[in-house]
């Protein structure tokens, strides 16, 4: 006895295809003992029409048209379980997204909903009930990424009591949120509010925390990945190094400065910046003498701890863990090739925002006076542009960073409390002040603190008498402005952090058109990935400021603790099984699975035959299509249930001429 | 009488392609209307003897969507796909049928737009496709 029921979504459906067409179509079809067309089906009193009818009606068997299978299956399947029925006797009909959404002849709408919900009807008369298995799950969580997003998710997880090993590919945790100088809208420190939680990382009896490290390979499922962690070799031996600096001080090779974004020079060996967690030093052999053809070795002599060590290798650890969390943040775009007018990086006073903090910090090159990097003077005119590399379509870019707006009021406020007789300009294209206290702030900018904002797009820059020429529009008046700057800021957008896309693919899941990793519903699922067991914390699923990070990455944590909390996992019973009486033991089956699902069984009688691991198979279906005897086979995705689809769906209808191909 | 529906079997890995007409949906994204879409776990899935079913049942198209390459969530399923579904084209002609009613693409899960043309493109391939070409 099946029960067909079909949505009408409000109207989201129902405006496009005659829901009561369909029912009583459906009524006519073999087995179907009752059909009905309900307003919302996944509501309360709509689950409990479905609960009455399998109870009233006795139905084994449930369709249900609606929305994609992918938003509310698992939603009916628990309807269903709850109403007695085993959850795997539903079929879901998706004239949603694939119907209703996307025509707008009602009456082909309508007979196509009426193709899908016959071929739905058709196919669940050959369910069977399925039985979830549960597996153990590795009570251990990695996270990838050490800054403000990884260090919240590791700490949240790591105080419900779960082991949390965090791996962090440079020399110190902490992020890009460790290079700001101050945070909107409350102006508070950004190191002052950061620091604390980087050395309770540290300090964590629940955490490990592997620095100078990157995630080499994943394997395995929800509950038991197998992540090959490699160590990168920094000649420094970390249990031993005290972070003295004395190497740093001593060390003769220069190096380029990454923490201060470029800013100023570092050493070959040196401690990131001092705030750095963990505290330790390390070389970069690109740089260092002794590693292009030079003898020195100051500081393996100079070490008063003899933590150098030129010869240390790269080490792979393998670790298992029963949920991963990726927090792999973002990099500001690199605006030089995109912005020829900009000067391309040629004029050192035109420096990007982040570049900016660090001037502005007084952990920074200038020691926190802002200072231009050409000639060391103190800048009285300083221009801001917005959207550079964001919200522009000539460059590719439309996306919107959703941070520029705020940093830039920020660092406009910060000039003036800097350099008093100073006077900040900003280049905009729409003030967006969503977040709470934004737009006060945003508008304390230009009250109290005397910026000028300017309505549009900067057009060109260009060096002229010592100065910066920097030419726009005023979209507001109409006009054209031209300022004389001493210093150019640039509110560059921002992109995944390098490196997410490869990490996405080792992790199985997505990333969006602007590289960001993808969630699997941007509303009820915003920090699950399309692949069970992995989670998103902060930036490296969009934009977000620290706010918004902090909250992502503690409901990624809370996910988390959720899933590994009991200790088992349901797992899904759509896996293969072998008919045993049909294997022929030729194990083609074995040969084409990616996971070595299957391994050599033999029968009392001696016979080879194939075996399932259940707890290993992931549900592919690829063995299925390799069977020459047809013996295995895919649960929930049988030869019959795929066959039955088909045979109904192209069932000639009433309207139906079949194209004549000759 | 109006002009009969082109009806074309898709089979969707449900990772990618099936998530990429989902999106598709999401953003009202118009599409002809003679796609039938068949939900598999992984394009790997697809036997080719069941893209013959389809056509046998009088389907005027099949349509094979899934994953690009490296993107497949079982991590090979798309690779086998291409191996037997590209075998099953060259064999077409031989069945008496145009392999221009028979198509495999890869669309991923955010590509809404992309499903939409390949929808639109392979329908109107399909409706001037004819077996005696």
Known sequence: MIGFFICQCGTNISATVDTGKVAAAAAAMRGVAVAESIQ????????????????????????????????????????????GLNPFMLEMVNIREQCSWIHSDASEATRKATDLARKAVARVRHHTPLLARKTAAVRRALVIGGGIAGIQAALDIAAAGIPVTMVERSPSIGGNMARLDK??????????????????????????LLVNSEVDDVHGYAGNFEVDIRRKSTCVDEEKCTGCMICQDKCPARAPDDFNAGLGSSKAISIAFPQAVPLIAS???????????????????????????????????????????????????????????????????????????????????????????????EPRQVVFVSCVGSRDESVGRP????????????????????????????????????????EEFARRAQTRYGTLFIRGRVGKIFPRRGKLVVMGTDTLAGDQVEIEADLVVLATGLDASAGA????????????????????????????????????AGACQGPKDIPATVAHAGAAAAKVIGMLARGELEASPMVAAVTESRCAGCFKCRGVCPFGAVEKARLPDGRPVARVIGSVCRGCGIC?????????????FTDKELIAEIVEVLKPDVGYRTLDFG | MTEPTTRIIGFLCNWCSYAGADMAGMSRMRQPAGVRIIRVPCSGRV??????????????????????????????????????????????????????????????????ARWAEVVSAITERVKNANDND
């Open chain 1, 624 to 636: 299925n299509v390799a069977c020459p005897p047809g013996a295995i086979s895919l649960n929930g």
């Open chain 1, 399 to 438: 996306q919107c960073c959703s941070v520029g707006c705020m940093y830039t009021a920020k660092q406009a406020v910060l000039t003036r409390e800097h350099i008093p007789d100073s006077q900040a300009y900003v280049f905009y294209m729409d003030m967006r002040a969503g977040g709470k206290d934004y």
């Open chain 1, 283 to 377: 070389l970069r052999k690109e740089h260092c003498r002794r590693f292009n053809g030079n003898k020195c070795r100051l500081c393996q002599k100079l070490c008063p701890a003899g933590a150098i060590d030129y010869g240390q290798e790269e080490a792979v650890l393998r670790r298992s863990f029963g949920a991963i969390v990726a927090a792999t943040g973002y990099d500001h775009y690199d605006w030089k090739a995109s912005y020829p007018t900009y000067g391309m990086g040629m004029y050192p006073d035109v420096v990007t925002s982040l570049q900016y903090e660090r001037l502005l910090s007084a952990s920074g090159p200038t020691g926190g006076r802002i200072r231009r990097p050409s000639d060391g003077a």
């Open chain 1, 501 to 536: 896309g490869e990490l996405a693919r080792k992790l199985n899941i997505a990333c969006d058109r602007n590289g960001f990793m993808t969630e699997e519903h941007p509303k009820l699922r915003p920090v699950e990935a399309a692949s069970a067991g992995v989670f998103l």
């Open chain 2, 47 to 112: 036997d080719p003897l069941l893209v013959l079913r389809a056509f046998q049942e009088g389907a005027d198209g099949v349509l094979v969507s899934g994953c690009h390459p490296g993107d497949c969530h079982y991590g090979s399923g798309n690779y086998f796909a291409r191996r037997r579904l590209e075998l099953l084209k060259r064999m077409l002609p031989a069945l008496g049928i145009n392999p221009e009613r028979f198509h495999y693409t890869r669309v991923s899960a955010t590509e809404g």
């Open chain 1, 183 to 208: 945070t909107f809208p409350t102006l508070d420190c950004s190191s002052c509010i950061l620091a604390p939680l980087m050395v309770e990382v540290k300090q964590h009896e629940n955490i490990e």
């Open chain 1, 40 to 83: 919302y089906t996944c509501s309360d009193p709509g689950q409990a029409t479905i609960a009455e009818a399998i109870r009233g009606k006795r139905l084994d068997r449930v369709v249900i048209a609606a929305c994609s299978p992918r938003m509310h299956e698992a939603t009916f399947r628990r309807a269903l379980e709850r109403a």
